[in-house]
């Protein structure tokens, strides 16, 4: 945590404990278990009409939705991309919301010419192709069909000779120093996984590389992890991975970092933009890999290099010899974001808002229509509660984004248009995008983990008729890593969620204005290797994910929920003490990591000057032995160990006051109550107006 939003956050969170310590003052009252943010009586309210919300979602309408949205490829620039944005902003006016289409205008690159030709030691051209099924419908699209690339790599037309990178993370290319291999002027080959893709060009570029070619393993998504598709639902020879390489300096448009890209925006100069790669960067399939791969010689890959192709996989360089050409169209494109709300009845200047992404890489019934058809189901079960009389008290927003797949255009856009609205009136952000069977997985600001652990227990797993809560505690149980994991989990109240990072539309909420943000989906038991391919289309899902729709119907009922539970509440349900606690477990981790750092620089350094990696190096092959480097200092993490316990002791002091707030009904009729709320939506930390770029 930042020191001066820190100490902002402790003053900000102890200027709400004041306030309610003098509200819950006075007479103490016995009441059932309360729910968090809503007095006794709201609170029974509350759970009626959450009831009958849950009731509400039907997997057969979503079914039918995503049949719809999936029927054509709809990437940024498509018409059915389009013609998805105004089928949905009539649902939504059909349910009841105040909707429209906000437009923004950004640089969306498609290609133009790709090529990777191997030039030596024989020739080969790959397909860069992903071929029809017969028993898939959509498959058959190819006239509409985005062809395999990866968007924002730079224009290229490269040669050299091919290196086997493996996952093409840093590491990775300390283990090539050893071997006494350099990329510099070659072009590598890297297998996705161990990291995001964009990373792969990126270092690559650092080492010298003049091009970067990545594929997908059968190892990682493919035959190694089950039967591929059609006949399961992993990764076929020519599937393809398409994705953005954008680099992540900053999210959306790369011309106009900082501001909404409307028409008349001042944009960078193509020459100017940060986020563009270095190096030209193209996907291919295992099926184009594999002669490549082959006809590399040089070191034997190790172990963990080796992927579940039937070669055996050496590092190179040489003496395959590759050219890469990529160019593409470099156009400003129009995306459509589709913007839906129930102005709130007492508190409409405060929004909770719920999102979703609707454009893919090609027809992307998995990504992301499973996660847009449950938000819709969502907005029309909102409708019908409210046909019933329900009005909720603050604002809500229902979006669905456009270009999220190319660098989170549509999102990120909208939040720099209404940055200044937004970190004024802004409560929360739901995301959703991917969705399948299995366990519900939520990640996000800690400051919502109590009140997400809270809705995750009254959520009913459709198919272990336990609640979903207690199915993805035990999952964690039998998968802890060691007794003391088990015991926490046993120990702790709540569930930990995961920390954000960058994938998804609540980055430019939660990165950029500071508004709590949550995350959620299910997965685990519908696997799968058809991400980015033409093959994630209605007739993949309805094979092979939530084939049913329960789990859709699940994640809606938690979604929706979540959205009415702070759209209803008396009192907003943050709680910092999740948020306190993650701080004191990261500093905790970050010594733990320093001290192994520095436990295995000094002894790597010890055994070189034994001389160990000389004497067991096999002398008839190269081999480089590391050289002496500095251990890591020490570090004084007193400054950062007494915020974190300031900020826990203010988060016990908040805690212990909403207690009281439970035991002193009087207290939740009081005015104050709204000034409470309003400070309590900037309890998260963010940048709050400071520069992305």
């Keep these: 945590m930042h020191c001066r939003r820190g100490k902002s956050v402790i003053r ?16 103490a009252a016995t009441a059932p278990e309360p729910m968090d943010g809503y007095s006794p009586a709201h609170a029974s309210t509350e759970r ?43 649902k939504f006016k059909e349910y009841g919301f105040d909707a429209h289409i906000e437009t923004f205008e950004v640089l969306f690159p498609t290609p133009k010419e790709r090529l990777v030709e191997m030039l030596a030691p024989t020739h080969f051209v790959a397909k860069l192709q992903e071929p029809p099924v017969s028993i898939d419908p959509t498959s058959q699209q190819t006239a509409q069909q985005l062809p395999t690339y990866n968007a924002y790599s730079i224009d290229g037309d490269v040669t050299g000779p091919l290196v086997y990178v493996n996952y093409g993370m840093r590491d990775d290319y300390e283990q090539l120093e050893r071997l006494g291999v350099s990329v510099k002027g070659a072009i590598v080959i890297a297998r996705y996984g161990g990291g995001w893709r964009g990373i792969k060009p990126k270092v690559a570029a650092e080492h010298g590389a003049v091009g970067c070619i990545i594929y997908s393993d059968p190892r990682d998504d493919g035959y190694f992890e089950g039967q591929d598709y059609p006949a399961g639902p992993y990764r076929p020879q020519e599937g393809v991975q398409r994705g953005s390489v954008m680099d992540t300096q900053y999210p959306g448009d790369p011309l106009t970092p900082g501001v909404g890209a409307t028409k008349d925006a001042k944009r960078l100069a193509l020459t100017e933009a940060q986020t563009i790669t270095k190096i030209p960067v193209l996907p291919i399939s295992y099926g184009d890999a594999q002669p490549l791969l082959a006809a590399i010689t040089g070191p034997t890959a190790s172990a963990p290099w080796r992927g579940a192709l039937p070669i055996t996989y050496r590092v190179g360089p040489g003496p395959a010899k590759v050219r890469l050409v990529v160019k593409s169209n470099w156009d400003l494109t129009t995306i459509y974001d589709v913007i839906a709300r129930i102005p709130g009845s007492e508190e409409p200047d405060q929004w909770v808002l719920r999102g979703n992404h609707h454009d893919a890489w090609v027809n992307g019934a998995e990504d992301p229509i499973s996660g847009m058809v449950v938000e819709l189901e969502e907005a029309r079960a909102l409708g019908d509660l409210m046909k019933q009389g329900w009005r909720p008290k603050r604002t809500v927003i229902y979006c669905a984004w456009d270009g999220e797949e190319p660098g989170l255009l549509g999102s990120t856009e909208w939040v720099e248009q209404h940055q200044d609205e937004l970190r004024q009136h802004a409560v929360m952000y739901l995301n959703t995008d991917s969705s399948g069977r299995g366990y519900l997985s939520i990640s996000g600001s800690h400051t919502l983990e109590h009140v997400a652990n809270q809705i995750e227990r009254e959520i009913q797993d459709p198919e272990k008729h336990i609640t979903v809560w207690k199915r993805a505690y035990l999952r964690h149980v039998a998968r802890a890593a060691s007794a003391e994991d088990r015991d926490e989990l046993r120990n702790r109240a709540d569930l930990r969620i995961g920390a954000l990072g960058d994938g998804s539309d609540y980055v430019a909420f939660l990165d950029y204005t500071g508004v709590a943000s949550l995350n959620m989906g299910f997965g685990g038991e519908s696997g799968g290797g058809v991400y980015h391919s033409i093959y994630d289309d209605f007739y993949w899902y309805t094979h092979f994910g939530d084939t049913k729709f329960v789990y859709e119907r699940a994640l809606a009922q938690m979604a929706g929920s979540t959205v009415m539970r702070f759209a209803d509440a008396d009192l907003l349900p943050f709680d910092p003490s999740g948020s306190a606690d993650t701080v004191k477990r990261y500093i905790g981790e970050l010594k733990k990591e320093l001290k192994q750092k520095q436990d295995e620089v000094r002894e790597r350094n010890r055994e070189v000057e034994e001389g160990v ?24 993490f007193a400054p950062l160990e007494n915020g974190a316990e300031a900020y826990a002791r203010a988060a016990q002091r908040y805690h212990q006051a909403v207690a009281r707030l439970h035991e002193n009904s009087s207290a939740w009729q009081s005015p104050a109550l709204r000034n409470i709320n309003t400070k309590d939506i900037h309890l998260e930390p963010g940048t709050q107006g400071e520069a992305v770029v």
């Design 48 to 90: 009626d009409w959450e009831t009958k919300f849950r009731n509400i979602p039907d997997p057969n309408i979503m079914r039918d939705s995503m049949q719809h949205l999936s029927a054509w490829p709809h990437n940024v620039g498509s018409p059915y991309d389009k013609a998805n944005a105004e089928w949905m902003l009539a």
């Design 613 to 636: 990696f000389t004497a067991t190096s096999d002398p008839e092959r190269q081999y480089v032995p590391p050289s002496k480097q500095p251990v890591p200092p020490y570090l004084n």
């Design 12 to 27: 900000r969170a102890g200027v709400a404990i004041l306030a309610l310590a003098l509200l819950t003052a006075g007479n």
